[in-house]
């Protein structure tokens, strides 16, 4: 699909750009009253290479906490979790439905509707039950693995995060200001495995969680299971430390501008070429594109993708790559191959996307553009068919780092960090200082 000027238009309507004053005012506000504010927070992030999604727990609530999973997501206006499965917390306070910041959300999503949750609650004026309330600010959450809506309501709490003091190791714990989130039912989690609790948004939201802490955050999802290390998510800005490599590895950032649109919490870029070792596909106009996290394979809509199987075909059947086409293939891939002996990752053709308009690359090597089938003894070509954008998926972000820059509306990555012979899984250490006077409240890190 073209993309088009008249798709996303920059400029907002009064009621929008009055909207987006009362939400930075808001967000503003949360901020300010949190006292010794850290320079930057960082929370692992776990990989299930099952299901292709993307975890990180956050321990919520005073006297009693408790760490909640949170499959991590890149589109969803706020964050949500099941509120009613033992959430008990003496921090916790519902969000009434006639409060200024309810009308804050009914004027970005109005499916407001002033009804308790009655399946969990015996009647109205369970104030202290989560979820409960004499008159909530009802939302309906949307869950992006299922494709389903559930009925919810706005409430919020206190969080803990670990800051970082050098974007290597893990600093002090930190108690957030209240945080706003949706509280849902136990049914909102069809398509979840069982350790989820929560869908934790990052998107572009006044209501996600980077925008309520801070206007920058970075990804670093890992393309290994947990048992190898974690990956990372930073709130708050860099620098950012991947061992081995020795520098900041924001230094090797492409920026590029965000595609604004008014009606979506997306993250939109524009693709201006896509080139196959060197080849640049026959492209009419630039291409639309997303980032996601809940998508597992990068997705092209036909017409692109048909193109680019065929270059990618002829590249990889080209110099004598010790790479043979397969005669069966593994779903939901359409093309795989055999591998001969000696074959290396570096083998396989680079894909280029130009993106923004000054000419930046996203480089895809053959660690996020091939899958191994181990048990097919193949890999296939990480790449699908569908919709009408293109969507980065999670599988093309596994060891690249990711930053959004909320305030400034850009998109930094650095390509493969495989490239420079780090990753995106590691163990981290906790500051020697912290650990020496603070050694008893390591929480879910490894202590010194």
Request: neutral net charge; proline residues 6%; aromatic residues 12%.
């Amino acid at each position: 699909m073209a993309f088009s000027k008249s798709m996303l238009n920059n400029k907002m309507d009064r009621v929008h750009l009055l909207l987006l004053l009362l939400l930075l005012l808001f967000v503003s506000a949360a901020v300010a009253t949190w006292p010794n504010k850290p320079h930057a927070l960082i929370q692992t992030v776990i990989k299930d290479p099952i299901i292709n999604l993307y975890f990180t727990s956050i321990d919520i609530g005073t006297n009693i906490t408790v760490s909640v999973s949170f499959v991590i997501d890149l589109s969803q206006p706020y964050t949500w979790l099941d509120c009613f499965s033992g959430y008990s917390y003496s921090s916790y306070t519902p969000i009434d439905f006639d409060s200024p910041k309810c009308n804050l959300h009914k004027l970005t999503r109005p499916l407001n509707v002033p009804t308790p949750d009655w399946w969990v609650c015996s009647g109205a004026g369970e104030k202290v039950k989560p979820g409960c309330s004499d008159h909530p600010c009802g939302i309906k959450p949307y869950n992006p693995v299922d494709n389903t809506s559930r009925a919810g309501s706005l409430s919020e709490d206190v969080m803990f995060f670990y800051s970082t003091p050098d974007g290597l190791s893990f600093g002090s714990r930190f108690q957030s200001p209240p945080v706003t989130f949706a509280c849902v039912g136990r049914r909102g989690f069809e398509g979840f495995p069982s350790e989820a609790q929560g869908l934790l948004s990052l998107s572009r939201n006044a209501l996600s969680l980077p925008s309520q802490l801070s206007s920058k955050f970075a990804l670093c999802l890992p393309s290994k299971t947990e048992d190898s290390g974690f990956g990372d998510l930073f709130i708050g800005g860099g620098p950012y430390f991947l061992p081995p490599y020795h520098d900041d590895a924001s230094r090797l950032f492409t920026t590029v501008s965000l595609i604004t649109d008014k009606a979506s919490d997306e993250y939109f870029f524009e693709v201006k070429s896509i080139e196959i070792d060197g080849k640049a596909l026959p492209l009419e106009n630039s291409i639309l594109s997303k980032l996601s996290t809940v998508t597992p394979f990068t997705v092209l809509y036909r017409s692109i993708y048909e193109r680019f199987v065929k270059e990618f075909k002829a590249k990889a059947k080209a110099k004598a790559r010790k790479m043979v086409e397969a005669e069966t293939v593994v779903a939901p891939f359409e093309v795989c191959y055999r591998v001969k002996k000696g074959f290396k990752m570096e083998d396989v053709p680079v894909i280029d996307l130009t993106v923004g308009s000054g000419g930046g690359r996203w480089r895809i090597y053959g660690w996020n553009s091939m899958v191994v089938v181990k048990e097919k003894g193949a890999m296939c070509l990480a790449f699908v068919e569908g919709g009408e954008m293109m969507v980065i998926g999670g599988y093309q972000m596994e060891d690249n780092l990711v930053e959004i820059d909320l305030q400034l509306s850009k998109l930094s990555f650095t390509s493969s960090l495989r490239r420079h012979n780090t990753s995106c899984s590691r163990f981290r250490p906790v500051a020697t200082d912290w650990c020496l006077k603070d050694n008893n409240s390591c929480g879910s890190v490894i202590c010194c």
